[in-house]
Structure formats: C-alpha cells, structure tokens
C-alpha cells in the first residue's frame, strides 16, 4: 500500500517557489490558520512566492493567494482573516480592483501577504502559470531573481516603480507558460450549461411574486407530517439550510413559511425542451444530459477559447432573451473540467478553463468534485491520502488500478486533464421542437400564422430527415409578460404529413385569437415518434460474429 503523502495532502494542495528553506514550512503553518478561519469559504490556497530583497524589502515576504468563489462574498472572508491578525487594505483596491489585499505580521519581522481573488480568474491563472513556469524553469526563476535584486536596488524606496519594472519579465514567462503548458492540441471547446435552480426558476417565471422568496418544490408538507422529499429549493432557502433530497417534514420544521410548490412536470419538460432549443441553434453537437443541463460541443462556433467567453455570453443572454431564465456555463478543452467549471460559477455565472490552465484548475480541488465520486471511492482515496484532484493525478497508476479496477482509468485521464470523452447527440429523441421568438411583440395575427405556418415547415424537415412520424402535435404561445399557454391533439395514426401537421397547428392556436395581446414566442411540438424499426439480431448472427 502507498505511503500516505506528506504535508502537500491537506485539502489546499501546495506547490511552492521560495527563495529560503524555511518558508515553505512556515507557509504552511500559516495556511493551517487561513483554512481554519475560511472555511468552506475557501475554494483553494496557493503559496505564489517569498522575497526579502535587501533594500526594498527587508523582511521576508510570504505571498498567499487565496481563492474564493466571488468577490462578492469576499466580506464574511476578510472578517474571518481579521478575526487572525490580518490587517485589510482597501486603499489597495485602487490599482487592482479584482483583487482584496491583506496583510499580516510586525515590521521587521516576517510578514504575509494575502491576495484574495476568485477561484480560477484571470488573476489567479496567470500567477500561477508563472509560478510554476518558474519551477519548471530554474534559469529563468535565477533571472527573476536577480532582476528583482537589481531593481530593488535601483528604486529602493519605489515599491509602484519596481513593480512596474517587473512587468516585461513576467509577461514573456506567462506567455510562454502558455505555450509549453497547453501541448500540441488541436483543442476542442466545451461549455457545459446548467440551469440554475431550474424548477423554481421555472416556477418565478410563471409568478414573479415568488422572486426573493424562499421556494421549496417537492411533495406536500402536510404541516410537518407529509412523507416524501425537497425536489429543488431556491437559493434563498439553501442558505436557511434546506437542500434537495431532504425529507419534506424536515424541511418544514426548519422553514415553515416558505413557499412549498408541488413539481410541474408538464412544464419543466416543456421550458426543458426549450431551452434545449436555444442550445442547439449554438453547437455544432449538442448532448442533453438532464432535464436542466446540457453539454455543447462549439468548437467551431465559437472562435477558439480567446473568443470562447463572449460566446458564452452570447449563449447566456439568448437563453434569458428567449427563455427568462438563467443559467451557468462553465467552459473548458474537456467535459469533465467544463462540468466542474460550471459547478463553482454557480449561480449565473460564467468559468473558462482554458487548455494551459486545466491542471492547475483541478489541482487543488476535492476528488469529490469529480462527477461520478461519491462518498464510497472518496472514502477509499483518502484512506490512501488522496484528498485533492492533483494527489489523484500524480498517484502511480497501476496502484491507482489496484483500488479502484477498471474506473481507474478514466478516473485519472480526468485528474491529470486529458479526458477527451466526445459531446454526443442523444439517441433518437422522444419529440422534435422548433420555436421562434420575434424580436417585438407581434399583435398582427397574420403574422402570427404565416411565422407558425414557417415552423410547422421546420419541424417536418426535421421529422423527414429523422424518418419520424408523429401522433401527437403540440403548440406553445407565450405572450408578453411571459404568461405561457401549452395546447397539444393526438392524432388517430401516425402521420408525416406536413400538410397535417400545420393545420393541426393553426386549429390549436385559434382559441388566442382576439385576445388582444402581444404575441411574444410560437413554438410546434411533435411527439409519439415512430421511426422505421432496425432488424433485430439473431442467434445464428450472433453465433458467425463470434465465430
């Protein structure tokens, strides 16, 4: 069995440049101070450097990178280092605003510098990949060093100067960091989309009284005695504790004056099939996971991964234009990267790991992160010491194959970065959907008909060239202010007749007529698909195959 590894196991996995000894011991009693006061508020912690530059500085310097989800939270997270001994810098905000500066220990003697920002920023990835460009590189660590002496020596008391003198060399090394730690390529772009709070996102669409209300969806409390469990909550009532899955009585006890909502299955299948929509008028391959998620190959489409963010953007604001709901992306060369990604920029959010600074992204993050670990295989990797994802990347593999057998491998192809599992189109989907969402709300019902005579086309080419025939049509009509209406008919047989299926369409949409109100959406949906049967294997085939 593996020795358990050395201090570098703690849940904040350290890689370390220091230009004494004795730091790195010292950084890592003082990092054990940080996570204790953080928390679960501390998604990871780096030691990014120790100086002490005759002249300029003349005590040691222990630069702390610190990082959290969002600098929006970052209050609770200075209060906790303050509660330590930090001293806050706001002042400091002025020349980095992406960043929170506090610092720590007497003059003259040994001090820390923490520099907290997010989890995964630009901030963050760039002093990382100069870090380790520089252990990877110890000539170039050497020149640093001495350019910072000589510096120091030439502006002894101008710390902006000397800063500012140091640029040049760290833009060069960033830059090739870049390079060398990116390999051959080609990359694939991945987004990995989640809907955030889906079901109660869903359900604020429909009453807007619910916005900033603790929402719980699941089975009915019956005043604390009702059987059955939380389906989805909003995030406000995450805070208060609630959390999917949990028994519905309980829930109840800890928050009776939430809003508890039964599910709407009809209508989270129907907004799912259109946002699913939305996605797929963006990816070049498009692979639905869940009811609320999706992976989007762009790689195409987007521009490579120094366009990839606006893009992403893009694929944002058309879900919340066509959809009203929100969502989080998470953009990676890979999905299992993309897919964590997507997990810590939650809620709204937006993560591009791009193909240099996978590994670092992962390094430092729990094994459980990985979707598929659960409490069982984490409980057998940390009996061995593996606590993060960069302890599993770098454990031999054979042992690795020893614990886990054939998950093994795939398990560390996704800790070292280089699963390449493909973004594949579902299977012979259950319905084909097309829905249009006019750029001004339409009152002209002419319009209206000509726009739904146009997507009942759409929707028989795309039945066509599935070979698929439909029984059942369906129609959605969203007018302005978001208010939806779903109509559907089962037909006697199926059809593929586009001639049917338009008239169908027209019939279900009639009763809106003259309602007087803006049409903002028309969607047609067909359902109950047929598609002509494979011949089944036989026996006897099976038998020559293996002959």
């Known amino acids: 069995m593996p020795s358990t590894p050395p201090e570098s196991s703690r849940r904040f996995p350290v890689v370390l440049v220091s230009y004494d000894p004795a730091w790195p011991a010292r950084f890592l009693e003082e990092k054990a101070a940080i996570e204790a006061a953080l928390g679960d508020r501390g998604v990871a912690i780096e030691h990014v450097g120790s100086t002490a530059v005759p002249g300029l500085v003349s005590k040691p310097t222990i ?53 907290m920002v997010e989890f995964a920023s630009p901030f963050w ?69 989640d809907m955030d709070a889906f079901y109660v996102s869903v359900e604020r669409r429909e009453n807007p009284g619910l916005v900033g209300k603790s929402v719980i969806v699941g089975a009915d409390p019956k005043g604390g005695k009702g059987r059955g469990v939380v389906m989805a909550c909003s995030y406000e009532a995450r805070a208060l504790g ?7 009585s309980l829930a109840w006890k800890k928050l ?25 008028e963006h990816a070049d391959i498009l692979e639905h996971l869940s009811i609320d998620e999706a992976f989007l190959e ?42 964590i990604a997507s997990d810590l920029a939650k809620p709204d959010g937006l993560m591009v790991v791009r193909p240099e ?57 996704i800790a070292r970065g280089i699963e390449q599992m493909p973004v594949e189109e579902r299977p012979d989907p259950k319905s084909i959907s097309v829905e249009r969402t006019f750029d001004r709300d339409v009152s002209d019902w002419s319009v209206v008909l000509g726009t739904l005579d146009s997507i009942a086309h759409n929707v028989f080419l795309r039945a066509k060239g599935q070979g698929a025939a439909f029984q059942t049509v369906g129609i959605k009509i969203r ?49 109950h698909l047929v598609r002509p049967g494979a011949a089944q294997p036989t026996l006897a085939a099976f038998d020559d195959a293996s002959a």
């Open 298 to 339: 762009v790689t195409s489409t987007a521009g490579g991964f120094d366009a990839a963010a606006g893009y992403a953007r893009r694929v944002k604001a058309a879900v919340r234009e066509r959809e009203g709901l929100a969502c989080t992306i998470g953009v990676a060369p890979n999905k299992s990267a993309a897919k």
């Open 256 to 280: 009776p004056d939430a809003v508890y909502l039964p599910p709407n299955y009809d209508l989270y299948g129907s907004v799912s099939e259109s946002v699913l929509g939305v996605l797929r």
């Open 63 to 115: 630069d702390v990178l610190v990082g959290i989800r969002r600098l929006s939270e970052a209050a609770p997270c200075i209060a906790a280092l303050e509660a330590i001994g930090y001293v806050y810098r706001p002042d400091m905000e002025d020349t980095l605003p992406e960043r929170r500066y506090l610092h720590k220990g007497p003059p003259g003697d040994r001090t820390y510098h923490v520099h």
């Open 125 to 193: 990835m760039r002093h990382l990949l100069f870090r380790n460009f520089l252990r990877a590189h110890p000539d170039r660590a050497t020149a640093y060093g001495a350019l910072k002496r000589e510096l120091a020596a030439r502006h002894p008391t101008d710390r902006e100067t000397y800063t500012d003198a140091k640029g040049p060399f760290i833009e060069a090394a960033v830059a090739d960091a870049r390079k060398e730690f990116a390999g051959a390529g080609p990359w694939r772009v991945i987004f990995h989309v």
């Open 242 to 248: 609630i959390r999917s899955g949990m028994p519905i």
């Open 479 to 527: 007018f302005e202010g978001f208010q939806t209406f779903l109509r559907e008919r089962t037909l006697a047989s199926h059809v593929l007749d586009e001639t049917v299926l338009a008239r169908v369409a027209r019939e279900l949409t009639a009763e809106f007529e003259g309602r007087g109100r803006k049409v903002r959406l028309l969607g047609i949906r067909v359902t």
């Open 357 to 413: 600074e996978v590994a670092l992204f992962l390094a430092p993050l729990p094994v459980t992160r990985i979707s598929g670990v659960g409490t069982k295989t984490a409980q057998i990797l940390e009996h061995t010491g593996i606590k993060t994802i960069g302890q599993l990347a770098v454990f031999p593999g054979a042992e690795l194959k020893k614990l886990l057998g054939k998950n093994a491998v795939w398990l560390w192809g």
